[in-house]
């Protein structure tokens, strides 16, 4: 599974210890049941919003991040990239959303000033993913919450991207450190839509077996990340064939938000509230 996938658009360069890294997803290529996973965990925040000052870090575009705002609810937008954060700003600060450039482990902001932050398929896009929960502790109230939406390990599939993953209790675990109250959950997808990722993975997976000697392991990790981002549209339509531009009916309705988790469950949504000064 691949996922923001990428939210912060191209996160920067993938170099030193610590780099943020992100792949983007485009309309029309990416598999429907990719883009509707992430519209699904976008509502979810939206069904826990209160009123207040909101952040999305990783906005991208700014289209998931326009949903988030309401009659009583201001919506900042962060993004690394310059390219998305001009994209995001030309095409909704019309409608209310702020959006700036920002590095998400190091906010330019000042502490306390949110209610509420959304960190969408961020946190796995990160080597030392605490600092960016430290940093979203950082900016929230003393009363305020994060979400945090990221691929479940066991269920995630093969991507240089992806340089963290977690299972729940390490999640729980992590976000423990800074907020006073944790709830990990899951979402996950009704029936024909996890058959629908498994058939694409399993193909996908016969694509890899080609690489028999694992030359995208033995080289240089910059290259095979290189190599991914150009191939990865054309590896969408080999292996996802009809399955993008919405043809296959699959939409964000397919997806619900679960307490029963698995190793099948594909991700974790969680919540943490109070942050530890």
């Given amino acids: 599974m691949s996922t923001k996938v990428g939210r912060i658009g191209n996160r920067g360069p993938v170099s030193g210890h610590g780099s943020l890294t992100g792949e983007r997803p485009q309309e029309g290529v990416t598999p429907d049941s990719l883009l509707a996973l992430h ?145 990990v959950e899951g979402l996950d997808a009704v029936p024909r839509v996890k058959a629908d990722f498994a058939a694409r993975r399993a193909k996908a997976e016969r694509l890899l077996r080609l690489d028999v000697l694992d030359l995208r392991h033995r080289i240089p990790r910059s290259w095979y990340v290189t190599a991914y981002t150009r191939l990865l549209p054309l590896a969408y339509r080999l292996v996802a064939r009809g399955d993008a531009g919405g043809t296959t009916g699959i939409t964000a309705d397919d997806f619900f938000v679960t307490d029963q988790l698995d190793r099948t469950t594909m991700v974790l949504f969680a919540t943490a509230r109070q942050p530890r000064r």
């Fill in 39 to 183: 519209a699904a965990g976008y509502r979810t925040v939206i069904e826990r919003l209160g009123a207040g000052r909101v952040l999305d870090v990783g906005c991208g575009h700014g289209f998931e991040s326009a949903r988030l705002l309401g009659p009583e609810r201001r919506v900042v937008g962060v993004d690394y990239s310059a390219e998305a954060t001009a994209s995001a700003r030309a095409r909704f600060a019309g409608v209310g959303l702020a959006v700036a450039r920002m590095e998400a482990r190091s906010l330019g902001c000042a502490e306390g000033v949110f209610d509420w932050a959304c960190s969408s398929h961020l946190i796995e896009h990160f080597v030392e993913p605490e600092g960016h929960v430290a940093e979203l502790a950082r900016v929230l109230a003393p009363d305020g919450t994060a979400f945090f939406l990221t691929p479940n390990a066991p269920a995630d599939f093969e991507n240089p991207f992806h340089l963290h993953l977690f299972e729940p209790d390490e999640l729980r675990s992590l976000l423990g450190r800074y907020f006073a109250e944790v709830t």
